[in-house]
Nanobody, 115 residues
Framework: QVQLVESGGGLVQAGGSLRLSCAAS????????MAWYRQAPGKQRDLVAI???????NYADSAKGRFSISRDSAKNTVYLQMNSLKPEDTAVYYC?????????WGQGTQVTVSS
């Protein structure tokens, strides 16, 4: 079983930055992929950024140029650095890891961007 714990959310003004963390209960390189998703009220959960075990990353168009996903194997943690935040980035952000074909989700962390 995989446990994922997100942290780092909060309230920030437009133009500000936040770094989200996702701490995993096992070696992050054992996962096929790790990703960040977000879900705004009344909307579906959407992919923000993804990184493969080989280190390839990809981003939603809305995140390109502003967000960056990275990993720290020593801490079994994946990060999402978010810069130039906009009010439309307001959402609950979730971490997901795929392990042997099974999706594992964290509990989410709230990000609120004020205008």
């Amino acid at each position: 079983q995989v446990q994922l714990v997100e942290s780092g959310g909060g309230l920030v003004q437009a133009g500000g930055s936040l770094r989200l963390s996702c701490a995993a209960s096992r070696n992050i390189f054992s996962f096929n992929t790790m990703a960040w998703y977000r879900q705004a009220p009344g909307k579906q959960r959407d992919l923000v950024a993804i990184v493969t075990s080989g280190g390839n990353s990809n981003y939603a168009d809305s995140a390109k140029g502003r967000f960056s996903i990275s990993r720290d194997s020593a801490k079994n943690t994946v990060y999402l650095q978010m810069n130039s935040l906009k009010p439309e980035d307001t959402a609950v952000y979730y971490c997901k890891a795929i392990y042997f074909g099974i999706e594992n989700w964290g509990q989410g962390t709230q990000v609120t961007v004020s205008s």
